[in-house]
């Protein structure tokens, strides 16, 4: 079983699909899916993730669940002004947890995309003061910001240290994937919805385990549930 790290298409020292018996892999996006899915041929796989076709066995979160869950987080709080911020909207998972929250938190909740600025170190030094107006502007009063993921939870809150934004007074944050990484390195450290990897893990090997007894069987889908908010103070 090879579990594939994200890659490049095209670049040198790729991991190969056609040199293992079986795949387990989490594509980036739909080209990494498609470049694999060719390389693995009639080899057994699982994919990990949204960026995967529906035609093979996969395992996903439960991604506008997930945002749904930010927004009453913040809602049951008393927090009226609600905001998502993504670094990773060009993905279908915080797409998916985008939708998710707005469907609770309502239309006139705001929106900050920070994709590209994200990608590239001098274009998110450019966007800082943007975001830190994006985040004042959704005031008056306390604002409580969804981040699509942990990494962006705390770029969010860094721009908050270095632009005076309060936190929690003025900004509160939250985001997803509970990792100690980002959010106990944070400042203040992140609250954040969790994920088991470990739970996607074992997902996977149980339904690779199942394709091999039964090569014919339909492609088979597991949604996992993400855990109750993490709070951090």
């Known amino acids: 079983v090879l579990e594939l790290p994200r890659f490049a298409v095209g670049t040198g020292g790729e991991l190969r699909a ?5 795949v387990i892999a ?3 996006t739909p080209e990494e899916a498609a470049r694999l899915r060719t390389e693995a041929a009639r080899r057994p796989l699982v994919w990990l993730g949204h960026a995967a076709d529906q035609n093979h066995d996969r395992v996903l979160f439960a991604n506008e669940d997930i945002g749904r869950a930010g927004a009453r987080f913040f809602l049951e709080r008393g927090f009226t002004r609600l905001g998502f911020y993504g670094e990773r909207l060009d993905r279908g998972f915080a ?18 995309d920070a994709t590209s600025a ?6 998110w030094h450019r966007a800082r003061r943007g975001i830190a107006a994006w985040l004042r502007g959704l005031g ?8 699509d993921t942990d990494a962006a939870g705390h770029g969010l809150l ?3 240290h270095e632009e005076g934004i309060r936190v929690p007074d003025e900004v509160a944050v939250i985001g997803v994937g509970d990792d100690a ?8 450290p992140l609250s954040s919805i969790p994920l088991s990897g470990e739970a996607m893990g074992r997902a996977a090997v149980r339904l690779l385990e199942r394709r ?6 339909a492609p088979e889908e597991v949604v996992l549930p993400c855990g109750a908010p993490v709070e951090r103070r």
């Open 158 to 160: 860094q721009v908050c």
């Open 212 to 217: 091999l007894a039964e090569p014919g069987r």
């Open 118 to 123: 994200a990608a590239d170190a001098r274009s």
């Open 181 to 188: 990484t980002f959010c106990e390195l944070a400042t203040p």
């Open 26 to 28: 989490w594509p980036d």
């Open 140 to 147: 008056p009063g306390p604002v409580a910001i969804l981040a």
């Open 18 to 22: 056609r040199d293992h018996d079986a």
């Open 95 to 112: 797409a998916a947890r985008a939708k998710g929250f707005f469907e609770v938190a309502g239309a006139k909740a705001g929106r900050h």
